[in-house]
């Protein structure tokens, strides 16, 4: 199942520089291994924002769950999801 899902982070100024640093690195290793396997197909940034598009593969609802909770910046997300279907005019 194919989803669109935006992340918006939100990091409080009250977390310490140090564990923002160590957050945003466990991030990067996490979305990078997923990117893998396969399973976050695609990610864009938006530009100006401290936020991301994001094509997940996965094979269903509680999967993507499952690995946006454990995204170690996930408490300071905002996320939407989008489930994707394809469209019949496409020509891929």
């Known amino acids: 199942m194919l989803f669109l899902v935006r ?3 939100r990091i409080p ?7 923002a640093d160590a957050l945003k690195a466990a991030e990067k290793a996490y979305s990078q291994d997923l990117q893998r396997q396969g399973k976050w197909q695609q990610i864009y940034r938006v530009v100006g924002e401290y936020a991301n ?3 997940f593969d996965v094979t269903d609802n ?10 170690p ?7 939407h999801v989008t489930p994707l ?3 019949p005019s496409a020509i891929r």
Request: glycine share 0%; hydrophobic share 40%.
């Open 73 to 79: 910046l996930y408490p300071y997300m905002d996320i």
């Open 62 to 71: 509680d999967e993507l769950h499952a690995l946006l909770s454990a995204l």
């Open 85 to 87: 279907a394809r469209h």
């Open 13 to 19: 100024h009250s977390v310490p520089p140090e564990q």
């Open 53 to 55: 598009y994001s094509i």
């Open 7 to 9: 992340m918006d982070v």
